[in-house]
């Protein structure tokens, strides 16, 4: 059975150019198509599906509150032994989006009804230099690693 975990985010670029940057960044292979009329990118990641989705601006009354909140979803699907790589992947992901293409807010969800972490942008000090950084909500956190993705790799769900 598979089970998947996504990463819901905005960008104020369109899918194509974002997918672009993101295969940049990953080094993945995203391609933009339109089936059943949406538009998405797709590709083969670590052995598993990665979906890439932009949730059209005239379809509120269908979306999640997930969807409303943020434009883009990025999702893994594969085999539910996969779980425990996916979901600190997405961390690792959601990471390397902040420090490479600056997108600072966004939440990684299991199965649509469990939010692992949710990101928001913050500022923290080190050795008395100021700097902004992820911080995840949820766990009460800045997303340090490899702290983070023990933090991540640490949930179960069923």
């Known amino acids: 059975m598979s089970t998947f975990v996504d990463y819901y985010f905005?960008?104020?670029?369109?899918l194509q150019e974002l997918s672009d940057e993101i295969n940049e960044c990953l080094g993945t292979n995203l391609t933009v198509s339109r089936p059943h009329q949406k538009e998405q990118s797709w590709c083969v990641f670590?052995?598993?599906?990665?979906?890439?989705?932009?949730?059209?601006?005239?379809?509120d009354d269908g979306l999640l509150d997930l969807e409303k909140k943020y434009k883009y979803k990025l999702g893994l699907v594969g085999p539910r032994e996969f779980r425990g790589m996916?979901?600190?992947?997405?961390?690792?992901v959601a990471?390397?989006?902040?420090?490479?293409?600056?997108?600072?807010?966004?939440a990684i969800?299991?199965?649509?009804?469990?939010?692992?972490?949710?990101y928001e942008t913050r500022m923290f000090e080190y050795n008395g230099e100021s700097f902004e950084d992820?911080?995840?909500?949820?766990?009460?956190?800045?997303?340090?690693?490899p702290g983070h993705l023990i933090d991540l790799a640490s949930i179960e769900k069923d």
Request: charged residues 20%.
């Open 134 to 145: 992820l911080f995840d909500i949820i766990s009460g956190k800045q997303m340090e690693m």
């Open 46 to 59: 670590f052995g598993m599906s990665m979906d890439f989705w932009a949730h059209p601006d005239d379809d």
């Open 10 to 14: 905005n960008s104020d670029k369109g």
């Open 95 to 106: 990471y390397l989006l902040y420090h490479r293409l600056g997108i600072g807010s966004g």
């Open 109 to 118: 969800v299991y199965e649509l009804e469990f939010p692992l972490a949710t």
């Open 86 to 92: 996916r979901i600190p992947l997405l961390g690792m």
